[in-house]
Structures are given as structure tokens and as C-alpha cells.
């Protein structure tokens, strides 16, 4: 008998010894079964659809994508199962693929995606270029691609076999080596930037050309031709030009959205919700499945226990925890106070409404209904319950059960209250449908584009006024090129301006020396460049230079273009003398020279002059070419202004030269 006991005295210990071994080894093997468990809730769902999409993502990757996903999978050409999953902070994807597809038990090509991203693809029993692909989605697009487009560049590269496969990812790892493709989509600060640039251009450009234009007009730049057009071509083509701008602004920054995320539907939203709200009103504690287990079977059961006791407590009552995940993408935009309110709406059911989120480890209490101190909830909770410390940190569990414990021990010596406490209504989240949605383009920074673009418009153009004073100044090359002869009638002022005459009389002398390219000819036109040249003391650059007066630079601006039209084998010895600027003159006619009286004198006329003075004799005096007086005070008839060479004028080219050779003392 005693041997008997003593055999069993022995059995005795071993059971305990590997009771002892097991209950010590509980917790690891918790930790590493727990992706089983994750990966069996996939598996199921796998086995119902092919393509899982995760109801807690809908402001980036909303339910309904999944058929757009099993469309895609379709080009694959091989079975695929897609899963799309909050980001999975302490599991491996592959290592979760791996466990999806043995709990599955089927082959094909599995890919995870977290969030937007494409985390991981693993082929099963069939032959696919899975490394290429994902190596080709990850160098050829941006990062806000979007799922979709991601999936479908991935699909594409599995349906060109191995070989294209290795070879596009090869080049695509070579052509993106250092610089990223550009980014889809804007932001709202990349719209606010278009839109002020819109408002600078639909501001800035008009006004430019209104301005360049009256800089043109008031310092005679135009062309002959552009002295024709009618005054309402300016304000029409400004306008004109506003309005086109106005119209493909919006055609070329056409983008109305900052994501490529679908706008998710009212039941999209609320769907995870539901399920959280339904799953507390079985279990006061919610572990989401689609997450990593971070309570093994000890700590769950110590949880319950301890809610039990808190509940039966004086003062107690319901305790409900949710371990779910929060992030931006989530119905909440990963508000857990909004969260909770919204679960405990959905249940129907008081009590303090615990969040412990599994992926970053932190923990929010919010009481709706029982008599626990608001104060002791909100500034009593020590930081390494909520936030955890620097173990929690470490740890793959974020020792969540452990610090759970705590919060019930916090919980069963908070101090009471008379009444019960409620949260107040959270700020609710951003509206879904408008949290991508770009602002208008006439919006924002459109308004002050204007003002700047106004402003930029009047800077620019003094610069571009100044600056070509100022070059036109140093080089005395403003107006480079004589103006046709047909022209002159039509673009010579009436009264000009001194330096108007200065830069004509300088063009139109060099262009005559220039034209010579006979330095022995001595033929008539050379007698009109002696005689200019007379007046000029031999020096052409002498025309742009002050001190010399209006009617000698006249006289050298009419022998100089005499002389042009003698070399081309123009005989016409007339200048027209009602305005010498006009140029040759085709007859003598009678013109009124004073607007008192009926004064008229002989003079030769231009075309123009000619049929001025038969259509409108009385505003024949307006058209005379008036100088400064010698005396001052005003302006004069040309001829009445000196009593130099210029006044030979009326009797013909040939006269002039002989005046101006009579004065300088030349025979």
C-alpha cells in the first residue's frame, strides 16, 4: 500500500509540474496562436467572397470598392483573394497571408492590402509574378494612387507572365531609382495656389494689354498699321482675353478632388458601428477580429470578472470595452470620444464606454450614465493606463489586459457622485462626402489673385516703360527702321514732340547713308545727304543729341527721305507743305492756312492733304505741321517757326538744298 502511494504520490506532482509548465506558457502561446484567430475570421470571410474590404476604412477605401476588386482579380488569370485592412501595426503581412490561406485551404494568389497600400501578394500553388508586380505598382505610381489603380497596375503585371514581368520591374526600378512619378491629385493648398494664379491672370494679363497699349499710343511706338485700328480693338481684345481666361481655367485645373478615396455611402459609415454596438450588447468586452488578439484566455476571463465585480459594486455599474482600432480613415476619423458616442447611441445601453485600441495601445474611458467623478476620469488616470510607458511600448499586446486591470482597480476606488454623468456631444467628424472635395477655383485666394495681379500689371508695365526708355536712351536706337513712305501721311504727328523728331531724323539718315553702297556715286540722291549731312555738322548720331532745333531736324528728317526716294529713282522734286512729315508731295494747290479769314496760300500737297483740302477746306489749318514758337508760347505754323532752310520747303526739294548749302556757306 505504501508503494501505491507512493506512485501516486509522484503522478500527483508530475500533473501539477505540467500544469504549473502550462499555465506559465499560457501567455506566449496566446501571443502566438493570436494571428490564428485574426486569420481564421479572414479565412471565413474569404470563403463567403473572394474580395474582403473592411468596414472600418470607408473614408479611403469604402465597402463598396469590392466589386471593383473582384473585377480586377479577374485579369490576374489565376484565382486571387484580396483582403483590405486597417494598417497592421504588430503583425507581419506575409506571415498573415500565410496563416489566411492555411485556414482557407485553398490555392491561388493572395494579396493584402492596408489601408491604400499595397502591404503584401504571396502565390499559392499557382505561378505568378507576385514580387514583380508589387515591385512595378510601388516604383510606377504615386502614392496617392488609391487601391484601385494600385490593384489594377498589379493585375496588368501579373497577366504579362514572369519574363515581361521581371523585365518592367526592372525597368521601373531604374527609371523611378531617384525620382518619385508625380503626385495624381492636389491638395487644398495646391488649389488656393491655382486659384490665385487665376486671379492674377484674369486681372494682370487685360491689364497689361491696356496699359502696353496707351504706352504705345502716347509715346507714338505703334506701327502705321496699328494707328488704323478702331479704339474699341484694345478694351475688345482685354476683354476678349479675360474672358478666355476665365473659360480654361477651369479646363486646365479641372481637378475637383484631393483623393482618389470614393465618397462612402450613410450605411458605409455606420456600418462598424452596428457591429461594435451589436457585438457589446452579447459581450461586454468587443475584440475586433479583424485585429491581432491582444488578450489571451486569462486575461479575457479576468476582464469579465472584474467588470462583473464593478458592476455589483456600490456606485458601479455596466462596463463595456471595445477593442477596435481607430484611425483617420475610420467613420469617427479616429475620434475615439466620437466613436463612443456613437456606439453607445447605437446600443442603447449606459455605462462607462472603455476604447483600448489595439494597433497603438492607448486607452479612452468615457462615462454616459453612471456616478463616477468626471474629474477623476479625466485628470486622475495615470498616463501609463491611457498612454501606456515604455514597456507598453515595446510590447507586441501593448500590455493591454495588464493595464486594463489597472483601469478597473482606478474604476473601483474613483470617488462617487450624487447623480450620474453623461459626456457632452463631441465635435462631430468632417463631412465625408466634402472631406476630399477640392474648393471651387473662383474661391479662397482667387479673390486676392486679383488685387495682386492688378497691381503686378501696373509694376510691369512701368518696368517694361522704363526699361525701354532707358535702353532706348543709351543706344538712341528707339525707332531703328524708317516708317514706309505709303505711311507717313497717316503716322506723322502734327505737332511732334522733340524727341520724336530727334529719333526719326536719326533713322531716316542713317538708313540714307546706309543705302549708298556706291561711295563714288554722285548722283542727286547724294546732293540730298550732303545737304543733310550739312545740317548735322557731318555726324549722324549729332540728329539724337539736344541742340539741335525742331525745324533743322525736320529739314534733315525731309532731305533724308527725299534722298531714299531719288536712290530707289523717285524724280519727284515736291515735298508736301502742309505737313512735311507727310513726305512727296503729287501737285501745288490753294490751301487755307488760317482758320480767321480766308488767308490761303500755294503750297505743294501730299495725296492726303489733297483730298483733305477738297473735302474739308475749313479744317485744312489744323492739319499744318506746327513747332515750338522761337519766342515760346506755344506752337506756329512750320514756316512761321524759323527762318532757316526749313522754310524752302514750299518751293521744293532742290530749293531746300540750295538754302541749307546757302546757310552753311557751301556753293
Known amino acids: 500500500m505504501s508503494s501505491d502511494r507512493l506512485r501516486m504520490l509522484r503522478l500527483l506532482l508530475a500533473l501539477c509540474a505540467v500544469a504549473g509548465v502550462f499555465a506559465t506558457a499560457t501567455p506566449a502561446r496566446a501571443a502566438e496562436t493570436a494571428p490564428v484567430t485574426q486569420a481564421a475570421y479572414l479565412a471565413e470571410r474569404l470563403r463567403e467572397n473572394p474580395v474582403h474590404v473592411t468596414d472600418q476604412l ?15 482579380a479577374k485579369k490576374t488569370g489565376v484565382p486571387t483573394y484580396v483582403l483590405v485592412l486597417p494598417m497592421q501595426v504588430s503583425t507581419d503581412a506575409e506571415q498573415l497571408l500565410g496563416a489566411v490561406h492555411d485556414r482557407l485551404g485553398r490555392d491561388g494568389l493572395y494579396v493584402l492590402f492596408e489601408g491604400a497600400d ?64 508625380a503626385d495624381l491629385y492636389i491638395g487644398p493648398s495646391d488649389r488656393s ?14 491689364l497689361m494689354i491696356v496699359l502696353t497699349a496707351w504706352y504705345a499710343r502716347r509715346h507714338r511706338r505703334r506701327s502705321a498699321a496699328e494707328r488704323r485700328v478702331p479704339r474699341w480693338v484694345v478694351p475688345g481684345a482685354a476683354a476678349l482675353t479675360a474672358a478666355t481666361i476665365a473659360l480654361a481655367a477651369p479646363v486646365v485645373f479641372d481637378q475637383t478632388r484631393s483623393s482618389a478615396a470614393k465618397p462612402p455611402t450613410p450605411a458605409e459609415l455606420s456600418a462598424r458601428v452596428e457591429r461594435v454596438a451589436a457585438g457589446l450588447k ?42 477596435v482600432p481607430q484611425t483617420p480613415e475610420s467613420e469617427s476619423a479616429g475620434d475615439s470620444w466620437l466613436f463612443a458616442a456613437a456606439v453607445h447611441a447605437k446600443a442603447r445601453q449606459d455605462g462607462l464606454y472603455v476604447v483600448a485600441d489595439p494597433d497603438d495601445g492607448t486607452i479612452d474611458v468615457y462615462n454616459y450614465g453612471l456616478r463616477i467623478d468626471a474629474d477623476s476620469l479625466s485628470f486622475d488616470l495615470p498616463d501609463s493606463v491611457t498612454l501606456g510607458d515604455s514597456r507598453a ?15 478597473m482597480t ?63 536712351g543709351l543706344t538712341g536706337r528707339r525707332r531703328t527702321a524708317p516708317e514706309p513712305a505709303d505711311l507717313l501721311p497717316v503716322t506723322a504727328p502734327t505737332e511732334p ?11 531716316e539718315l542713317t538708313s540714307l547713308v546706309g543705302a549708298f553702297s556706291d561711295p563714288d556715286d554722285r548722283g542727286r540722291a547724294w546732293d540730298h545727304l550732303d545737304a543733310a549731312m550739312l545740317l548735322v555738322e557731318g555726324d549722324p548720331d549729332r540728329a539724337r543729341r539736344s541742340g539741335t532745333d525742331p525745324a533743322t531736324l525736320v529739314a534733315v528728317i525731309v532731305l533724308a527721305r527725299a534722298g531714299r526716294a531719288a536712290l530707289s529713282g523717285d524724280e519727284n522734286d515736291l515735298c508736301c507743305g502742309v505737313n512735311p512729315l507727310h513726305g512727296s ?12 479769314g480766308t488767308s490761303r496760300r500755294l503750297l505743294p500737297v501730299c495725296a492726303l492733304c489733297r483730298d483733305a483740302a477738297i473735302a474739308d477746306p475749313l479744317g485744312m489749318p489744323a492739319r499744318l505741321m506746327r513747332l515750338p514758337a522761337p519766342a515760346g508760347g506755344g506752337r506756329v505754323p512750320y514756316y512761321d517757326a524759323t527762318d532757316g532752310p526749313l522754310t524752302a520747303v514750299p518751293k521744293g526739294i532742290t530749293r531746300l538744298i540750295e538754302k541749307v548749302r546757302e546757310t552753311a556757306g557751301v556753293h
Open 193 to 206: 495656389n491655382q486659384s490665385f494664379l487665376t486671379g492674377i491672370l484674369l486681372t494682370g494679363v487685360p
Open 585 to 596: 508731295g503729287v501737285r501745288l494747290s490753294h490751301v487755307r492756312v488760317s482758320a480767321e
Open 393 to 407: 511600448d515595446e510590447a507586441d499586446d501593448h500590455l493591454l489586459g495588464e493595464r486594463l486591470d489597472t483601469l
Open 118 to 181: 499595397l502591404a503584401a501578394a504571396t502565390a499559392y500553388g499557382v505561378r505568378v509574378p507576385a514580387d514583380a508586380a508589387i515591385t512595378v505598382t510601388r516604383y510606377e505610381l504615386p502614392y496617392d494612387a488609391g487601391p484601385l489603380r494600385s490593384f489594377e497596375r498589379f493585375a496588368d503585371v501579373i497577366a504579362l507572365g514572369g519574363d515581361k514581368a521581371g523585365a518592367r520591374a526592372e525597368a521601373a526600378r531604374e527609371k523611378y531609382r531617384d525620382d518619385e512619378p
Open 410 to 472: 482606478f474604476l473601483d476606488k474613483a470617488e462617487r457622485t450624487d447623480r450620474p454623468g453623461f459626456e457632452s456631444t463631441p465635435a462631430a467628424a468632417p463631412n465625408a462626402d466634402e472631406e476630399y472635395a477640392l474648393p471651387p477655383l473662383f474661391a479662397t485666394d482667387f479673390w486676392p489673385g486679383l488685387f495682386v495681379g492688378a497691381f503686378l500689371a501696373l509694376v510691369l508695365s512701368g518696368v517694361v516703360a522704363g526699361g525701354t526708355w532707358i535702353v532706348g
Open 282 to 323: 452579447q459581450d461586454a468586452v468587443y475584440a475586433d477580429p479583424e485585429s491581432p488578439r491582444v488578450l489571451d484566455s486569462r486575461q479575457l476571463a479576468r476582464l469579465h470578472e472584474r467588470i462583473r465585480d464593478f458592476r455589483r459594486s456600490d456606485g458601479g455599474g455596466p462596463v463595456y470595452v471595445a477593442l
Open 58 to 72: 470607408p473614408r479611403e477605401v469604402p465597402a463598396s470598392t469590392a466589386p471593383d476588386f473582384a473585377r480586377l
Open 497 to 507: 514732340s522733340v524727341s520724336y523728331l530727334r529719333r526719326t531724323a536719326h533713322a
